[in-house]
C-alpha cells in the first residue's frame, strides 16, 4: 500500500482551526503503518464527545462545536478518517472498503481506550460510527444520529444517485466545493480552501472518491451483512439514542424513523429536526448541535 501524507503546511493559518495535533498509529492487515490524527480538546478526564465527520470533510466540519463543547466541560475528540484531513492517505482507490474503514477507527478507538462516549455521527460518520457502537457498546454512553444511517442493500435515493454518479466521473473532485453546496451557509473562499487543503493533489482524494461507492445500496454490494449484524446488536442498544436530522439534506430525508422504530433507546427521547440545516449541519447550525449534545449529556441519571 502506497501511502501518502499531507505535508503540515497545508495546514497553517486555516480559518478558526487552531486545535494542536494528535496522532495514534495503526496497523493494517497487511502490515501497513497508518497514522489517525485527531483533535482532542477539553479537560482529558471528562467523558468523551466522539465527532465522527463523513465524506467528503474532516474535522474541519466540527470546528465550530469543539470550543463549545470545551467550554461546557465535555472532552471533544473528532478524528480524521483514514484518506481524509491530516491523516493518511492510502493512494489508490482500491486500497479503500468500508470493512476496513472500520477496521482502522476500531483500532484507534481502542488504542484511545476511550470510554463512555456520547457520539456524534453525519454522513460516513454514521455509517462508520454506527459500526463502532455495535462493535464496542460498552464504549458508548449515548449516540446522536444526523443526517446518515446504517444501509443493508434496500435502495437509494434519487439525490444519492445523482452525487454517486457525480463523484465517479467528475474529473476533479472539488471539496470545498461540496462542502458548499451541501451547506445552506454560503461558505467563504477561505473555508472552502480550508476543506481542499488535505488534497494538495488529485491522487490525495483517493479515500474522498471512493466513499460514495462503498455505501451498501444494493444486496450484492460489500458490507451488507455486515450491517445486517450491527442492526442486531443496536436493536438491543437502551442506551440514549438521539436523532438530529436536518429538514434541508434530500439525501438523509426520513432516515430518523428507522432509528426510532427498531433501537429501544431512541423510544421516548426528544428527537429533534434541525430547521434550516443542510446536508451539513455542522457548517448551518453548531450552536445548535452543541447544546442539543450537552442538553443529552446533562439528562444522564
Same mark, same amino acid.
Given at each position: 500500500?502506497?501511502?501518502?501524507?499531507?505535508?503540515?503546511?497545508?495546514?497553517?493559518?486555516?480559518?478558526?482551526?487552531?486545535?494542536?495535533?494528535?496522532?495514534?498509529?495503526?496497523?493494517?492487515?497487511?502490515?501497513?503503518?497508518?497514522?489517525?490524527?485527531?483533535?482532542?480538546?477539553?479537560?482529558?478526564?471528562?467523558?468523551?464527545?466522539?465527532?465522527?465527520?463523513?465524506?467528503?470533510?474532516?474535522?474541519?466540519?466540527?470546528?465550530?462545536?469543539? *470550543?463549545?463543547?470545551? !467550554? /461546557?466541560?465535555?472532552?471533544?475528540?473528532?478524528?480524521?478518517? &483514514? @484518506?481524509? #484531513? +491530516?491523516? $493518511?492517505?492510502?493512494?489508490?482507490?482500491?486500497?479503500?472498503?468500508?470493512?476496513?474503514?472500520?477496521?482502522?477507527?476500531?483500532?484507534?478507538?481502542?488504542?484511545?481506550?476511550?470510554?463512555?462516549?456520547?457520539?456524534?455521527?453525519?454522513?460516513?460518520?454514521?455509517?462508520?460510527?454506527?459500526?463502532?457502537?455495535?462493535?464496542? *457498546?460498552?464504549?458508548? !454512553? /449515548?449516540?446522536?444520529?444526523?443526517?446518515?444511517?446504517?444501509? &443493508? @442493500?434496500? #435502495? +437509494?435515493? $434519487?439525490?444519492?444517485?445523482?452525487?454517486?454518479?457525480?463523484?465517479?466521473?467528475?474529473?476533479?473532485?472539488?471539496?470545498?466545493?461540496?462542502?458548499?453546496?451541501?451547506?445552506?451557509?454560503?461558505?467563504?473562499?477561505?473555508?472552502?480552501?480550508?476543506?481542499?487543503?488535505?488534497?494538495?493533489?488529485?491522487?490525495?482524494?483517493?479515500?474522498?472518491?471512493?466513499?460514495?461507492?462503498?455505501?451498501?445500496?444494493?444486496?450484492?454490494?460489500?458490507?451488507?451483512?455486515?450491517?445486517?449484524?450491527?442492526?442486531?446488536?443496536?436493536?438491543?442498544?437502551?442506551?440514549?439514542?438521539?436523532?438530529?436530522?436536518?429538514?434541508?439534506?434530500?439525501?438523509?430525508?426520513?432516515?430518523?424513523?428507522?432509528?426510532?422504530?427498531?433501537?429501544?433507546?431512541?423510544?421516548?427521547?426528544?428527537?429533534?429536526?434541525?430547521?434550516?440545516?443542510?446536508?451539513?449541519?455542522?457548517?448551518?447550525?453548531?450552536?445548535?448541535?452543541?447544546?442539543?449534545?450537552?442538553?443529552?449529556?446533562?439528562?444522564?441519571?
Amino acid at each position: 500500500m502506497n501511502v501518502l501524507r499531507t505535508p503540515d503546511a497545508c495546514f497553517a493559518n486555516l480559518p478558526d482551526y487552531t486545535f494542536a495535533p494528535t496522532y495514534v498509529d495503526v496497523t493494517d492487515t497487511d502490515g501497513t503503518v497508518l497514522r489517525i490524527h485527531s483533535v482532542d480538546e477539553g479537560p482529558k478526564d471528562a467523558e468523551p464527545v466522539l465527532l465522527m465527520h463523513g465524506e467528503p470533510s474532516w474535522s474541519y466540519l466540527y470546528r465550530h462545536m469543539i *470550543p463549545g463543547l470545551a !467550554a /461546557r466541560g465535555h472532552r471533544v475528540v473528532a478524528p480524521d478518517l &483514514i @484518506g481524509f #484531513g +491530516r491523516s $493518511d492517505k492510502p493512494s489508490e482507490q482500491s486500497d479503500y472498503t468500508y470493512e476496513r474503514h472500520v477496521k482502522w477507527m476500531s483500532d484507534w478507538l481502542v488504542a484511545k481506550d476511550l470510554k463512555d462516549i456520547t457520539l456524534f455521527c453525519q454522513d460516513w460518520g454514521g455509517l462508520i460510527g454506527l459500526r463502532l457502537v455495535a462493535a464496542f *457498546p460498552e464504549r458508548f !454512553a /449515548r449516540v446522536i444520529v444526523a443526517n446518515t444511517g446504517l444501509p &443493508i @442493500g434496500t #435502495g +437509494r435515493t $434519487d439525490a444519492f444517485q445523482a452525487w454517486l454518479d457525480f463523484s465517479q466521473s467528475v474529473p476533479v473532485l472539488p471539496v470545498g466545493e461540496i462542502v458548499n453546496m451541501g451547506s445552506l451557509r454560503e461558505l467563504s473562499a477561505a473555508e472552502k480552501a480550508a476543506y481542499d487543503a488535505p488534497y494538495p493533489e488529485e491522487n490525495f482524494k483517493a479515500g474522498a472518491r471512493r466513499f460514495p461507492a462503498l455505501v451498501p445500496i444494493t444486496p450484492e454490494h460489500p458490507s451488507v451483512a455486515e450491517n445486517k449484524a450491527a442492526w442486531k446488536v443496536l436493536e438491543a442498544f437502551d442506551k440514549p439514542v438521539l436523532t438530529a436530522f436536518s429538514d434541508g439534506d434530500p439525501v438523509s430525508k426520513g432516515g430518523e424513523r428507522i432509528f426510532h422504530e427498531r433501537v429501544p433507546g431512541a423510544k421516548g427521547q426528544k428527537h429533534v429536526i434541525i430547521k434550516d440545516g443542510g446536508h451539513f449541519l455542522q457548517e448551518d447550525k453548531p450552536a445548535e448541535l452543541v447544546k442539543i449534545i450537552d442538553a443529552l449529556i446533562s439528562e444522564k441519571a
